[in-house]
């Protein structure tokens, strides 16, 4: 049996892997919550930590969140549908970027 890479419910994250989660989130330009009810933590303190450290936030959801009034780009749907625009917008601008 194979488990896979995830935290179940009742579980605790190690503590090298929160440290490091924390460090990465202060360190970002831009961090994307998706999907997720942003209440559960410590993972729904990531995006705050990356805002403090000015990032952009950028969340992708069905329904509006906690973090949606900190979000700087909130956009409501599912994922497999907004993620590939949001792709596509950007493969644009790179493109053009380029020219």
Do not use: M
């Not at 831009?30 to 009810?37: D, K, L, Q, V, Y």
């Not at 950028?58 to 700087?72: F, H, K, M, R």
Request: net charge positive; charged share 20%; glycine share 4%.
């Amino acid at each position: 049996l194979l488990r896979p890479h995830v935290v179940w419910f009742g579980e605790s994250l190690s503590s090298s892997v929160l440290y490091k989660a924390f460090q990465v989130s202060s360190s970002c330009e831009i961090i994307f919550s998706i999907g997720t009810s942003a209440v559960v933590q410590p993972a729904a303190s990531l995006p705050l930590a990356a805002a403090e450290a000015n990032a952009k936030i950028v969340e992708i959801n069905p329904d509006p969140t906690p973090l949606t009034s900190y979000a700087d780009f909130s956009f409501r749907g599912k994922a497999g549908e907004i993620l590939p625009l949001i792709n596509k917008e950007l493969n644009k601008k790179l493109k053009d970027r380029k020219e």
